[in-house]
């Protein structure tokens, strides 16, 4: 007797305890939500392509809060707050692709050896990108990451950061190409950046 009084009352406080815990976090449930959202829509916007000397420069304004939510996935709740900290921020991609899928960091494009191709990408190159916003501001990139694919992408790509960009500006890119020598490029962005 004692044992079944003993099951019943197990099973009550299981039973109790499960539907307790079945609440659905709402935040979370709406993080994911957007997460999910904007896979769906891609998390590239505003793509710019110019094709010159059989080089494809493609560059593309990542949105913010996207990006924030991407690198902290596992800590979705944080997203709004480094959002507001970090809105003057701007993150630009830009790809190089040869029409032939050739790898541009051979001697025959940059006239530099691989090794200081690389090294040009990975530090140098920020040098030559500046943003002019639509209130007329020139602001100059802050940092860079190149993105060492080993050969296995037959495209170059770097992220550009600039900072203290009002959200609600337009941006232009510049491009002075040191590198592959093909002169001046302008990538207009006539959209303000998607927010979530």
Request: proline share 3%.
């Amino acid at each position: 007797m004692l044992k079944k009084h003993f099951f019943a009352s197990s099973i009550a406080i299981i039973l109790t305890l499960s539907f307790t815990n079945c609440k659905p976090d709402t935040k979370n449930i709406n993080k994911d939500y957007k997460f999910y959202n904007l896979q769906q829509q891609g998390w590239k916007s505003k793509r710019v392509n110019t094709f010159i000397e059989d080089i494809n420069y493609t560059a593309t304004e990542v949105p913010l809060q996207y990006y924030i939510l991407k690198n902290n996935q596992d800590n979705p709740q944080i997203v709004d707050s480094l959002y507001t900290l970090n809105n003057k921020e701007r993150v630009v991609e830009i790809e190089f692709e040869h029409s032939e899928q050739k790898d541009l960091l051979k001697q025959e494009f940059t006239n530099r050896n691989y090794e200081d191709a690389v090294k040009y990408m990975a530090f140098t190159i920020e040098q030559d990108f500046t943003v002019v916003t639509s209130s007329n501001d020139t602001i100059k990139c802050s940092g860079v990451n190149f993105e060492r694919n080993f050969k296995v992408a037959p495209f170059k790509r770097v992220l550009l950061y600039f900072n203290d960009i009002n959200p609600e500006d337009n941006i232009k890119l510049i491009y002075k190409d040191q590198l592959f020598g093909n002169g001046t490029m302008e990538f207009n962005f006539n959209e303000i950046p998607i927010k979530l």
